[in-house]
């Protein structure tokens, strides 16, 4: 049973940082691209930011220069450093990453179960 955890959300002023973090757990052979997704109330979850296996990131335009996706590979973690934050990253962000549980397995597309992020004064 493969499980994401997140972690690292909470309220926070505008212009504040964040540093949010998901652990993968559970019988993982292999993990390749993992992301960032958010939802805010009202609206569909939407991409934030992602990252192959090898390192390599890609962000969505309106998170460009502001935040910063990393991973460590030995510690089937993700991480999402969001500097600079507005009012309107104020959502639920969920992290999904794509595991290989077993050698004879498909690739599939697991999820956690959210973490709140609050900017407000």
């Known amino acids: 049973q493969v499980q994401l955890v997140e972690s690292g959300g909470g309220l926070v002023q505008p212009g504040g940082s964040l540093r949010l973090s998901c652990a993968a757990s559970g019988s993982i052979f292999r993990i390749n691209a993992m992301s960032w997704y958010r939802q805010a109330p009202g609206k569909q979850r939407v991409l934030v930011a992602s990252?192959?296996?090898?390192?390599?990131?890609d962000y969505v335009d309106f998170v460009k220069g502001r935040f910063t996706i990393s991973r460590d590979n030995a510690k089937n973690t993700v991480y999402l450093q969001m500097n600079s934050l507005k009012p309107e990253d104020t959502a639920v962000y969920y992290c999904s990453a794509e595991i290989k549980a077993l050698a004879a397995l498909p690739l599939y597309d697991y999820w956690g179960q959210g973490t709140q992020v609050t900017v407000s004064s």
């Open positions: 990252i192959t296996s090898g390192g390599t990131a």
